[in-house]
């Protein structure tokens, strides 16, 4: 595990990318291949499955550590991170084993497997791992100690984006960097691929499932004026749902979220689809809720995200559609190369034919003249969406986020101004600092919660709030204290709904910080009257 | 009365009408040691160790009233004896002890029971109460004894002179910055300190006390005089301009927090190394365990979590807050002498 343990240690003491990708190439280059897999999976979220529960390896912790369990927490808190936790506070020992990166990753994959082999026998198997996760820890020093509790524990950033890992990997294996992104998507797993099925093998057949990577766009940053002839531009909405990739092959449907997860079983509604779309087409599109002609809000979407079991109730609260943007396969070929209009011609085409009430095509919005699309972005709320979506009719589709042909220009957020009541310890890099908050609005003479919010601030101004907090807690709550109710934040938010599930009654769609309002006194802040204002509005 | 009250200006000896590193002006300052917030502007008198004086004195002006006197020595008023011990922190830190008819209180400032090789080493005194700061009072807290952290960064040093970089390493001003001067290996070349660091490193120097030679980074040396050397600096030169003219550059900081990801990755440094002047957590403990003291008194740093553990290992512990800062996080440079 050395090497691995240099690589990261590398990774994790630069800011620079052209340091991480040298570090990478440099790791390829001596790794094995099985390392090399391991690696690619775990800096592209693909860990091995947990074999133990997060509460025996801390209460395991604790005790090795000689601290009592309130102990070993208090430092969580502060530490932010448990694995960290965890290997800090192991008694310190000099490395003594000669484990490579998959053999620890195997000795990992074994103990869940000793709970398949004795199903019965779960005291008995308990005190096997203990003794076996002990023992680990007693031949690790204190970086390969955190390493192994990361590869146990839950997920890992290490500061390394899927697209520096896929540089490097090109670099080391002279691929073209969007061929090896192409065979990184999907739903390979490292423990029953090998480096050569997934990097070198030419077009494998077993890959009937694999998406192609999404085109992202970024944010307008210029007038609009300056895009150039509005007849060579197409605008359609931005849909607030779920950004999809609908595969039909071989008579079997795959959807794929743009997280990399195949989210198939989640919306069986597209079942019926196999029926209807030829073999060999792929649509990128956006999964939204949608009734009676309606597109309804992201909230609407949300209950059935992270559900175990779809419902029959679930599917009638919540019925879906997906809206297609664009061809990425046509007949069972790559079109990624061609123009938008053609791709876009053809899914028209596609669409048309099925004539499925479960996909719609992306409807244009037509202009004349980009003012022409003032109005239209203004209106977006009316229709449940974030904005709009401008794309170059000659351009083709991208990997990953490009700027050039595609540009979102989404509405300004709603805003409100909100005082500062709770505060929590962040984790991973903003450990140890209070940065993540609660917000209330006035009811009469109550505040009363009704966001939580943890972006939008500098640095800087994080200090600040964290040195507030600390000189003016009221009470603590375990990891989060209630502040002296002194400062006033805008919140800002992409939609409002009604929730039964909140204090407030409301639930805001992404709130974040967008202003420190420091010329205004906490009495100032908005109320609960003001809030129901925006939900009668728009939600 | 208690031998040793906590009031709104300080740690107060009502029988002797004396404070201990008072925030708020007093009579009479009894000094632990010359950071800023344990030596305060506005007393009347003070009463520090030899090696704090000067360095008191090029804080708070030269016309202040202050004496002073070496570790072990007796100053007894109306009946309690004082006397200093060293802390180990920095230069010239002391522990206060004091007694009062075979009572004794100590008040130990900020301490380390690593010997660093530049302040007079910890030494434990046994007492009936002993009051501590626990800035790292957290099991996650255990330092590498500092040869091994001087080796990494003698290391790192070396592989940045090799790629002809200059080395920018960053410590707080009266302390941290002398120990790095002295911790490193001078042979492997030149080092250059911030204008803050030099003039402390004088005052030092001045006293008679030897320190590895260094040069105050000033505009008549050429950029290129720079490669391959180091440069000592505050964390407050961070990111300003003064910095950005020693491209191409690495940096790192040393300090107790670097033992924390979080905090290392959050200073865009790039390089963090383990280095304090505090107790980690066994050396706090086994500091307390050498008072054999019957009860003990916390005021800065992790409080409520360190008195807890005490008082659950059955000693009496008791949180006073004052207003000395836990060296934090974000505000290493609190320090600062200047």
């Given at each position: 595990m050395k090497d691995f343990v240099q690589l990261f240690t590398q990774l994790d003491q630069t800011t620079k990318t052209l340091k991480k990708v040298a570090a990478l190439v440099d790791y390829f280059n001596k790794a094995n291949d099985k390392d090399k897999l391991w690696t690619i999976a775990i800096l592209s979220h693909?860990?091995?499955?947990?074999?133990?529960r997060t509460s025996l390896l801390r209460a395991w912790a604790a005790s090795a550590a000689n601290v009592p369990p309130w102990l070993f927490e208090e430092s969580y808190h502060i530490v932010g991170d448990l694995a960290e936790t965890m290997a800090l506070m192991h008694p310190n020992l000099e490395s003594k084993h000669d484990k490579s990166l998959s053999e620890w990753i195997e000795f990992i994959i074994d103990l869940k497997n000793l709970e398949d082999e004795h199903p019965t026998e779960s005291e008995d198997v308990l005190a096997t791992k203990k003794e076996k996760v002990r023992w680990a820890w007693n031949q690790l020093d204190e970086t390969e100690r955190f390493i192994f509790n990361k590869l146990m524990t839950g997920s890992w950033?290490?500061?390394?984006s899927q697209k520096l890992m896929t540089r490097a990997l090109a670099r080391h294996s002279g691929i073209d960097e969007n061929t090896l992104s192409h065979r990184l998507?999907?739903?390979?797993r490292a423990e029953t691929s090998s480096y050569h099925q997934l990097i070198?093998?030419?077009?494998?057949?077993?890959?009937?499932s694999q998406p192609y990577p999404f085109y992202l766009a970024y944010g307008?940053?210029?007038?609009?004026?300056?895009?150039?002839?509005?007849?060579e531009w197409l605008a359609e909405r931005k849909w607030d749902g779920i950004r999809g990739q609908l595969i039909i092959r071989e008579n079997q449907l795959f959807l794929w979220s743009r997280?990399?997860?195949?989210?198939t079983d989640k919306f069986?509604?597209?079942?019926?689809l196999t029926e209807v779309l030829p073999n060999g087409t792929v649509i990128d599109g956006e999964i939204i809720a949608y009734q009676d002609n309606q597109p309804l809000g992201f909230n609407v979407l949300q209950s059935r995200i992270g559900r175990k079991n779809v419902s029959k109730s679930i599917l009638d609260k919540a019925p879906v559609i997906m809206i297609a943007y664009?061809?990425?396969?046509l007949n069972g070929k790559?079109?990624?190369?061609?123009s938008l209009q053609y791709r876009r011609q053809e899914l028209v085409r596609l669409v048309d034919n099925a004539a499925s009430e479960k996909l719609l095509i992306s409807e244009l919005v037509e202009?004349?003249?980009?003012?022409?699309l003032l109005k239209e972005r203004a209106d977006s709320r009316k229709y449940h969406a974030e904005g709009l979506m401008l794309k170059n009719k000659s351009g083709t589709y991208k990997v990953g986020r490009k700027k050039g042909d595609w540009w979102k220009w989404k509405i300004d957020p709603l805003t409100i101004d909100a005082v500062l009541l709770y505060a929590m310890r962040g984790h991973?890099?903003?450990?140890?600092?209070?940065?993540d908050y609660t917000f209330a609005v006035w009811k009469g003479k109550e505040l009363v919660p009704f966001a939580k919010a943890y972006s939008g601030l500098t640095d800087k101004e994080i200090n600040e709030v964290d040195a507030f907090v600390k000189r003016n807690t009221?009470?603590?709550?375990g990891p989060v204290r209630s502040v002296k109710p002194d400062l006033v934040f805008e919140i800002a938010f992409e939609g409002i709904a009604r929730s039964s599930r909140h204090k407030s009654g409301v639930a805001l769609r992404f709130?974040?910080?967008?202003?420190?309002?420091?010329?205004?006194?906490?009495?100032?802040a908005n109320t609960l009257e003001d809030l129901e204002k925006l939900l009668n509005l728009y939600g | 009365m208690a031998l040793l009250q906590f009031t709104e200006k300080g740690i107060f000896c009502e029988r002797a009408n004396v404070y201990i590193d008072p925030w708020k002006p007093v009579d009479y300052a009894i000094i632990t040691h010359a950071h800023a917030d344990h030596s305060?502007?506005?007393?009347?008198f003070y009463l520090s160790h030899h090696l704090s004086k000067p360095i008191i004195q090029h804080r708070l002006g030269s016309d202040i009233h202050i004496e002073s006197m070496e570790y072990l020595e007796k100053r007894t008023i109306h009946g309690v004896s004082f006397s200093f011990y060293p802390?180990?922190?920095?230069?010239?830190s002391a522990q206060v002890r004091v007694e009062y008819k075979g009572e004794v209180w100590v008040a130990s400032g900020d301490y380390k029971?690593?010997?660093?090789?530049?302040?007079?080493p910890f030494e434990p005194i046994k007492c009936n109460t002993f009051i501590t700061e626990c800035?790292?009072?957290?099991?996650?807290f255990q330092w590498q004894n500092q040869k091994e952290v001087f080796d990494d960064i003698n290391k790192w040093w070396k592989k940045n002179q090799e790629e002809d970089k200059v080395t920018i390493l960053t410590g707080y001003s009266l302390g941290k910055a002398q120990r790095l001067i002295q911790g490193i290996?001078?042979?492997?070349g030149k080092i250059f300190t911030h204008g803050a660091i030099e003039k402390t490193n004088e005052i030092i120097r001045n006293m008679g006390v030897k320190l590895n030679q260094t040069t105050y980074v000033n505009?008549?040396?050429?950029?290129?005089?720079?490669?391959?050397a180091l440069i000592i600096a505050p964390p407050?030169?961070?990111?300003?301009s003064w910095q950005k003219k020693f491209q191409p550059f690495e940096v790192g900081n040393a300090s107790?927090?670097?033992?924390?990801?979080g905090p290392r990755r959050r200073r865009s440094l790039d390089r963090g190394f383990v280095l304090s002047d505090h107790a980690d957590w066994d050396g706090l403990n086994a500091a307390i365990k050498a008072t054999a003291c019957e009860k003990v008194i916390v005021t800065h740093g992790y409080t409520n979590i360190f008195s807890k553990w005490l008082n659950d290992q059955g000693i009496e512990t008791q949180i006073e807050a004052t207003a000395?800062?836990?060296?934090?996080i974000e505000n290493t440079d609190k320090n600062n002498a200047e």
């Amino acid at each position: 595990m050395k090497d691995f343990v240099q690589l990261f240690t590398q990774l994790d003491q630069t800011t620079k990318t052209l340091k991480k990708v040298a570090a990478l190439v440099d790791y390829f280059n001596k790794a094995n291949d099985k390392d090399k897999l391991w690696t690619i999976a775990i800096l592209s979220h693909r860990r091995p499955k947990r074999s133990v529960r997060t509460s025996l390896l801390r209460a395991w912790a604790a005790s090795a550590a000689n601290v009592p369990p309130w102990l070993f927490e208090e430092s969580y808190h502060i530490v932010g991170d448990l694995a960290e936790t965890m290997a800090l506070m192991h008694p310190n020992l000099e490395s003594k084993h000669d484990k490579s990166l998959s053999e620890w990753i195997e000795f990992i994959i074994d103990l869940k497997n000793l709970e398949d082999e004795h199903p019965t026998e779960s005291e008995d198997v308990l005190a096997t791992k203990k003794e076996k996760v002990r023992w680990a820890w007693n031949q690790l020093d204190e970086t390969e100690r955190f390493i192994f509790n990361k590869l146990m524990t839950g997920s890992w950033r290490v500061g390394v984006s899927q697209k520096l890992m896929t540089r490097a990997l090109a670099r080391h294996s002279g691929i073209d960097e969007n061929t090896l992104s192409h065979r990184l998507m999907g739903n390979w797993r490292a423990e029953t691929s090998s480096y050569h099925q997934l990097i070198i093998a030419t077009d494998p057949a077993d890959k009937i499932s694999q998406p192609y990577p999404f085109y992202l766009a970024y944010g307008l940053e210029i007038k609009i004026e300056e895009l150039g002839k509005p007849n060579e531009w197409l605008a359609e909405r931005k849909w607030d749902g779920i950004r999809g990739q609908l595969i039909i092959r071989e008579n079997q449907l795959f959807l794929w979220s743009r997280g990399e997860e195949l989210v198939t079983d989640k919306f069986p509604e597209f079942e019926i689809l196999t029926e209807v779309l030829p073999n060999g087409t792929v649509i990128d599109g956006e999964i939204i809720a949608y009734q009676d002609n309606q597109p309804l809000g992201f909230n609407v979407l949300q209950s059935r995200i992270g559900r175990k079991n779809v419902s029959k109730s679930i599917l009638d609260k919540a019925p879906v559609i997906m809206i297609a943007y664009d061809l990425l396969e046509l007949n069972g070929k790559d079109i990624r190369e061609s123009s938008l209009q053609y791709r876009r011609q053809e899914l028209v085409r596609l669409v048309d034919n099925a004539a499925s009430e479960k996909l719609l095509i992306s409807e244009l919005v037509e202009f004349k003249e980009w003012k022409d699309l003032l109005k239209e972005r203004a209106d977006s709320r009316k229709y449940h969406a974030e904005g709009l979506m401008l794309k170059n009719k000659s351009g083709t589709y991208k990997v990953g986020r490009k700027k050039g042909d595609w540009w979102k220009w989404k509405i300004d957020p709603l805003t409100i101004d909100a005082v500062l009541l709770y505060a929590m310890r962040g984790h991973g890099r903003r450990a140890n600092l209070y940065t993540d908050y609660t917000f209330a609005v006035w009811k009469g003479k109550e505040l009363v919660p009704f966001a939580k919010a943890y972006s939008g601030l500098t640095d800087k101004e994080i200090n600040e709030v964290d040195a507030f907090v600390k000189r003016n807690t009221i009470d603590r709550f375990g990891p989060v204290r209630s502040v002296k109710p002194d400062l006033v934040f805008e919140i800002a938010f992409e939609g409002i709904a009604r929730s039964s599930r909140h204090k407030s009654g409301v639930a805001l769609r992404f709130p974040r910080m967008f202003r420190w309002r420091k010329d205004k006194p906490a009495k100032e802040a908005n109320t609960l009257e003001d809030l129901e204002k925006l939900l009668n509005l728009y939600g | 009365m208690a031998l040793l009250q906590f009031t709104e200006k300080g740690i107060f000896c009502e029988r002797a009408n004396v404070y201990i590193d008072p925030w708020k002006p007093v009579d009479y300052a009894i000094i632990t040691h010359a950071h800023a917030d344990h030596s305060r502007w506005g007393n009347k008198f003070y009463l520090s160790h030899h090696l704090s004086k000067p360095i008191i004195q090029h804080r708070l002006g030269s016309d202040i009233h202050i004496e002073s006197m070496e570790y072990l020595e007796k100053r007894t008023i109306h009946g309690v004896s004082f006397s200093f011990y060293p802390a180990g922190h920095i230069i010239g830190s002391a522990q206060v002890r004091v007694e009062y008819k075979g009572e004794v209180w100590v008040a130990s400032g900020d301490y380390k029971l690593e010997d660093d090789g530049f302040a007079s080493p910890f030494e434990p005194i046994k007492c009936n109460t002993f009051i501590t700061e626990c800035t790292f009072g957290l099991p996650v807290f255990q330092w590498q004894n500092q040869k091994e952290v001087f080796d990494d960064i003698n290391k790192w040093w070396k592989k940045n002179q090799e790629e002809d970089k200059v080395t920018i390493l960053t410590g707080y001003s009266l302390g941290k910055a002398q120990r790095l001067i002295q911790g490193i290996d001078p042979s492997i070349g030149k080092i250059f300190t911030h204008g803050a660091i030099e003039k402390t490193n004088e005052i030092i120097r001045n006293m008679g006390v030897k320190l590895n030679q260094t040069t105050y980074v000033n505009s008549e040396i050429s950029k290129s005089a720079y490669r391959g050397a180091l440069i000592i600096a505050p964390p407050s030169a961070l990111g300003t301009s003064w910095q950005k003219k020693f491209q191409p550059f690495e940096v790192g900081n040393a300090s107790g927090w670097m033992k924390l990801r979080g905090p290392r990755r959050r200073r865009s440094l790039d390089r963090g190394f383990v280095l304090s002047d505090h107790a980690d957590w066994d050396g706090l403990n086994a500091a307390i365990k050498a008072t054999a003291c019957e009860k003990v008194i916390v005021t800065h740093g992790y409080t409520n979590i360190f008195s807890k553990w005490l008082n659950d290992q059955g000693i009496e512990t008791q949180i006073e807050a004052t207003a000395f800062e836990a060296e934090g996080i974000e505000n290493t440079d609190k320090n600062n002498a200047e």
